[in-house]
C-alpha cells in the first residue's frame, strides 16, 4: 500500500456476519466469508464501506450482517483476488495481511445494495465455482 503524508489516519473495514466486540482480533486460520474450502492463511481488509457491504452480504451464515472498523496489528499488501484479476490499479482499496485485524468500531447504520444487484453478485459467484474457478487465493 502506498502512503502519501496525511494529517488523517486510513479507516479499514471487514464486512462479515461473525459477532465481534471491541478489541476483539480477526486471525487467519478460518474459512473465507464465503464459508468454503480450506482455512485461510490471510485477513481482508478494504478501505471502501462499498466492499465492506459485499462482504457483509455474501458472508456464508445465518448471522447478522455487520460492518467493523479495524486497524491492521501489521503490513498489509493489495488482495490480488481483486486487484490482479479483477480492478487493476486496487480501486477498492482491497487488501490482505497474515497479522491480525484488530476491530475498533462498528458502522452501526449503512445502505445494502439493492436485492437484484445482490442477487447478480451470487449468481455470478455461483458460475465461478461450477466453472472451477478458485475465487480465493
Known sequence: MSVTA???RQTFFHGTRADLAHGDLIVAGYTSNFGEGEP???VYCTGTLDAAIWGAELAAGDGQ???Y???PTGPIVDDPNL???KFPGNPTLSYRTRDPLRVVGEVAKWQGHPIE???QMR???KRLKAE???IID
Open 132 to 134: 472451477g474457478t478458485k
Open 123 to 125: 449468481n455470478s459467484l
Open 40 to 42: 485461510l492463511s490471510w
Open 6 to 8: 496525511s494529517q488523517f
Open 69 to 71: 472498523l479495524v486497524e
Open 65 to 67: 450482517q455487520r460492518i
Open 83 to 85: 486487484t490482479d484479476k
Open 117 to 119: 444487484q445482490l442477487q
